[in-house]
Nanobody, 123 residues
Framework: QVQLAESGGGLVQAGGSLRLSCVAS????????MGWFRQAPGKKREFVSA????????YYADSIKGRFTISRDNAKNTVYLQMNSLKPEDTALYYC????????????????WGQGTQVTVSS
């Protein structure tokens, strides 16, 4: 069982930056691929970014490519999402998720989810 806790969300002006963190419980964090997803009001939850268990490869949605960076520190059981040049359309509840099956763009591949952290970008 893995428990995930996100933090780092908040209110920021367009063009600003935030860094989200997701801390995982347990000793097996380094065996999980990790993903970030987001859900805006009235919309379906969507893929944002993912990283392999070793951190060797990263993946991004086209909408955030070049602005967001995913990373992880397996010694700290933590995955990060650095978000720069934020836009109002980035406003959403951001979730981190863990997958033992490997990195995926599909939500169904992720077994464990955090409660989410709210990111609001004002124009």
């Amino acid at each position: 069982q893995v428990q995930l806790a996100e933090s780092g969300g908040g209110l920021v002006q367009a063009g600003g930056s935030l860094r989200l963190s997701c801390v995982a419980s347990g000793r097996t964090f380094s065996t999980y691929a990790m993903g970030w997803f987001r859900q805006a009001p009235g919309k379906k939850r969507e893929f944002v970014s993912a990283i392999r268990s070793t951190g060797s490869s990263t993946y991004y949605a086209d909408s955030i490519k070049g602005r967001f960076t995913i990373s992880r520190d397996n010694a700290k059981n933590t995955v990060y999402l650095q978000m720069n040049s934020l836009k109002p359309e980035d406003t959403a509840l951001y979730y981190c998720a863990a997958s033992r099956l490997g990195v995926s763009f599909s939500q169904s591949q992720y077994e464990y989810w955090g409660q989410g952290t709210q990111v609001t970008v004002s124009s």
